[in-house]
């Protein structure tokens, strides 16, 4: 008599319900400590290459949307309406203020001739008038975009700071002026 299995008889590997088991031995803890580590930051070269390329690129698109004056980028000093006026009706005049740093050096040169005493006093005489009627100047526009402001915005809704904001971007030469001029020198503001 031999002693076969009965074909009903369902293995130990068989009865097993799909999903009941894991299939693999429990790691130990050692092994899931060592599975968790990796570092904090990521220190590849690749890594830090591509973040050093997309700060740049961001950098840039800021740039130049400032230089636009596009308002997402503009400095908190520089957005809102009232802001902008003040720059397009700053940078719609003609100013002798912009022409103080070129004189200035115009100066320096003159100072460094030899034999050249008498030019170098009517020089420094003449850069300290310009100096003068450039703050007489800066006064006039600060009072002048102040009203302008007024007419414009309401008198009760003018931020402060305006005239100053004016005055020292008057002071710039045109060119290195940020955000760059949107308006023509001579274009009537309303």
Same mark, same amino acid.
């Given at each position: ?72 980028? @503009? ?49 420094? @005489? ?49 060119? @290195?002026?940020?955000? #760059? ?6 274009? #009537?503001?309303?």
């Amino acid at each position: 008599m031999s002693k076969t299995p009965p074909a009903s008889a369902p293995n130990d590997e068989q009865s097993a319900t799909p999903g009941a088991g894991k299939g693999r031995p429990t790691p130990s803890r050692a092994e899931q400590e060592a599975a968790r580590k990796r570092p904090l930051v990521a220190n590849t070269k690749e890594a830090k290459a591509r973040a050093r390329a997309e700060l740049a690129e961001k950098r840039e698109k800021a740039r130049v949307g400032m230089a636009a004056g596009d308002e997402r980028y @503009l400095t908190p000093r520089d957005k809102g309406p009232q802001r902008r006026f003040v720059r397009d009706w700053t940078d719609a005049r003609w100013s002798l203020s912009e022409w103080v740093m070129p004189l200035m050096l115009v100066v320096i040169v003159i100072g460094l001739l030899p034999n050249s005493g008498w030019l170098v006093t009517y020089s420094f @005489l003449a850069l300290w008038g310009v100096i003068f009627l450039v703050i007489v100047e800066m006064v006039l526009t600060s009072v002048l975009v102040k009203r302008a402001a007024r007419r414009t915005f309401g008198e009760d809704r003018v931020e402060k700071g305006l005239g100053w904001y004016a005055a020292m971007r008057q002071i710039q030469m045109r060119f @290195l002026r940020l955000p #760059k001029p949107q308006v023509k020198r001579g274009t #009537k503001l309303s």
